[in-house]
Structures are given as structure tokens and as C-alpha cells.
């Protein structure tokens, strides 16, 4: 039985406030846990985000982002305008001048876009319209068979997956995909049907070119990953 998206992740050096950051921006509902601060999606059939204590500073560019979507001119200056007003600043990543997206940064630094309406490739998602990775095309291809999403984007080395569902696209770039510095501060989190083999899974997603980054020695709720880049993520029970 296939895993499924159950949480982006973001490291943070203080996740309440961060959650409290996003919340604002993206007008989804907090929620405490145990172990860290997350915000639930509108619609259950979504992800939801997850702020866990983390102490690595930030290096270099992340090599994930979230690009948000705006329905009208005004749409994207109101989405800018609330960010900058609950901690996000605007920063310079070598945009040009006649790019219509905005670039902006959380107060934990990480970077994230507001694209300019009538963007037709997220014409078809929803206000987080994706998540867009640093990659290969490998590693979209893993993706692709690991969540069981179909590919909507492979051309030039870039490749694209979304859920049957329709909602957040995830994308890859291709070439040239920038040395991995650290652990990354955004990854994704899976989460097992109710009653499903934990560890076969963890042999189907080696099978697709995974790696165990816990050497088999995970805790009882989850197993930590590598996908075909190197980059980390988690497998966890059913809550």
C-alpha cells in the first residue's frame, strides 16, 4: 500500500512563530503538537505544513520553495503586502526587473515566490501552487512512483508531478542542481495507510532508488530517507 504526502516540513529555529508566519499568509488553521507547530490545509484532502525545532543555520539557497498563486493584480499585491507585514522581507535571488513573480523571504529566512496572475501552468492548483525543488529529472521520476502521482511536466530535464486529486504540483528543474549544503530545511513527510508494513514500504521505495538515512534504525513512529538527490525524508505510522 503506497504512502501518502502527509506534511511539508520546514526545520525552524522557532516554529510557533513560523507557523503562526505561514497561518497568516496562507489563511490556514494552527494546530499544536508534541513535537513542534503545524497549520491544516482547508481541504482534508491536502497536506498539511509542520514546523519542528531545528538549530542548523541557514545556508545558502533552499532547495525547495513554495510558489503561491494570485487570482488578479491586486491578488498578488494584497498576498505581498500581508507577508511583509507579519515578518517576511523581500529579497534578491537575480530576478529580473520585468519578472512578474515576487520573491520574498519567511522570518526564518526561507524563500518563497508570489507568481503574477494568469500563470497557466498553476492555473490548476490552488493557492500554494507548488512546491518547486531543485532536482534532477530522476528524482522526479522517483517521486512520480513513490506518491503514485502522475508526471503533468517532463520536458528538457524538468518534470512536474500533482496528486489525481489535482491541488500543489511538485516540480523539479533538471541541470545544474546545486551541491547539497547540510540538511535541508524543507522536506517532505509520508505517512502509511492505516495498517500497512512499515518496513515494506521502506523496501518499495528502496526498490525505486531510495536510501535508509537511519541505517534501520529509526524510532517507532517513522523512518528517515534519502531520495535519489540525497535529499531527507520521512516515513510515519498512521496518526
Not at 497561518?23 to 484532502?45: F, K, M, Q, Y
Not at 486529486?165 to 542542481?177: C, E, N
Not at 505517512?191 to 518496513?199: I, T
Request: overall charge negative; glycine content about 12%; charged content about 25%.
Amino acid at each position: 500500500m503506497t504512502s501518502q504526502l502527509f506534511a511539508i516540513c520546514f526545520n525552524a529555529t522557532q516554529p510557533s512563530d513560523l507557523a503562526r508566519f505561514w497561518s497568516g499568509v496562507l489563511g490556514w488553521e494552527s494546530a499544536d503538537g508534541p513535537d513542534g507547530a503545524a497549520i491544516l490545509p482547508p481541504d482534508s484532502a491536502g497536506f498539511r505544513i509542520r514546523f519542528l525545532p531545528g538549530r542548523e543555520p541557514k545556508t545558502g539557497r533552499n532547495r525547495a520553495h513554495f510558489d503561491l498563486t494570485s487570482t488578479s493584480p491586486e491578488d498578488q499585491r494584497e498576498t505581498v503586502s500581508r507577508a511583509l507585514e507579519l515578518g517576511g522581507k523581500h529579497i534578491d535571488v537575480g530576478q529580473l526587473p520585468e519578472d512578474g513573480h515576487v520573491v520574498l523571504a519567511d522570518p526564518d529566512g526561507n524563500e518563497f515566490c508570489v507568481i503574477e496572475p494568469g500563470n497557466k501552468f498553476l492555473a490548476d492548483t490552488g493557492f500554494i501552487g507548488a512546491l518547486a525543488c531543485d532536482g534532477t529529472q530522476e528524482v522526479g521520476y522517483f517521486w512520480s512512483e513513490a506518491l503514485r502521482w502522475p508526471l503533468v511536466w517532463d520536458q528538457d530535464q524538468e518534470t512536474a508531478i500533482q496528486s489525481p486529486d489535482g491541488g500543489t504540483k511538485i516540480t523539479w528543474g533538471g541541470p545544474p542542481v546545486a551541491p547539497k549544503a547540510g540538511t535541508n530545511r524543507l522536506y517532505l513527510e509520508l505517512v502509511l495507510p492505516a495498517g500497512a508494513d512499515r518496513e515494506a514500504e521502506a523496501d518499495r521505495l528502496v526498490s525505486l532508488g531510495a536510501t535508509r538515512a537511519d541505517a534501520g534504525e529509526g524510532d517507532d513512529a517513522r523512518v528517515l530517507m534519502l531520495d535519489p538527490d540525497g535529499n531527507e525524508f520521512s516515513v510515519r505510522r498512521h496518526p
